[in-house]
């Protein structure tokens, strides 16, 4: 079955350094990618996403590049924020179910200090 | 521009006690999930329904049920809650299309004395 490996946290980062979060995933067919951003008491946003092999996400200075050789998806911004703080969830769709279910990493805290 | 809308927010019961969570969209979305957040376990899903008139298990679908009540609303009941379900439990929707991303509501914070 599909699985999603994500970095344990928390990632403790002063604001301005380079974040990296690994995400390493399992799946059959081919599937799309996502990261997924959860603020302190609020529901799952989108962040970016990724629909094929070397498409680049990319949004709010946040990156990620879909990987098929190392079945990889990392999420890297050049400069934090103390505003980035929060917790980021990688997700995999599996095209082939022809729905959109999504299976999740457990979620990587990041905390952001000035 | 609701998005996803979920009721109640936060609640507390009793073992035993029955529930129904409430939640619609009005983004015209075919599909619509319900899963729980449990701390170091991410998302797991309970039940997602592909189109309106179809509901499907997911990964943890023990002790729930679920009606798509027309293509808007998805409600998740809990019949006799326990405390293993204490948790924040969140709706979310999407177009059909395999691939597309899923929105989700900001969850009802469930807990089971």
């Known amino acids: 079955g599909n699985s999603v490996t994500q970095m344990e946290g928390p990632v403790t980062l002063s604001e301005e350094a380079f974040l990296t979060i690994n995400c390493t995933y399992t799946?059959?067919?081919?599937?799309?990618l996502f990261w997924y951003v959860q603020y302190p008491g609020e529901g799952l946003q989108l962040l970016l996403k990724?629909?094929?092999?070397?498409d680049k996400g990319s949004n709010k200075g946040f990156e990620a590049t879909y990987r098929k050789e190392t079945t990889s998806f990392h999420l890297e911004k050049g400069s934090v924020q103390v505003s980035d703080s929060a917790v980021y969830f990688c997700a995999l769709s599996d095209s082939r179910s022809g729905y959109s279910t999504l299976t999740f990493g457990k979620g990587t805290m990041l905390l952001v200090s000035p | 521009n609701a998005g996803v809308t979920q009721t109640p927010k936060f609640q507390v019961l009793k073992t035993g006690q029955s529930m129904t969570l409430q939640c619609a969209q009005d983004?015209?979305?075919?599909?619509m999930y319900w899963y729980r957040q449990d701390p170091g376990m991410g998302l797991r899903l309970i039940y997602y329904s592909a189109s309106e008139g179809t509901t499907d298990k997911g990964e943890v679908p023990n002790g729930y049920n679920v009606s798509r009540l027309n293509k808007r609303e998805f409600s998740l009941r809990l019949e006799s809650a326990a405390p293993s379900q204490t948790s924040v439990y969140f709706c979310?929707?999407?177009?059909?299309?395999?691939?597309?991303?899923?929105?989700f509501g900001d969850g009802t914070r469930l807990s089971i004395l």
């Open positions: 990724a629909t094929k092999a070397d």
């Open positions: 983004m015209n979305h075919n599909s």
């Open positions: 799946a059959t067919g081919y599937p799309s």
């Open positions: 979310a929707s999407s177009p059909t299309r395999a691939g597309q991303p899923q929105h």
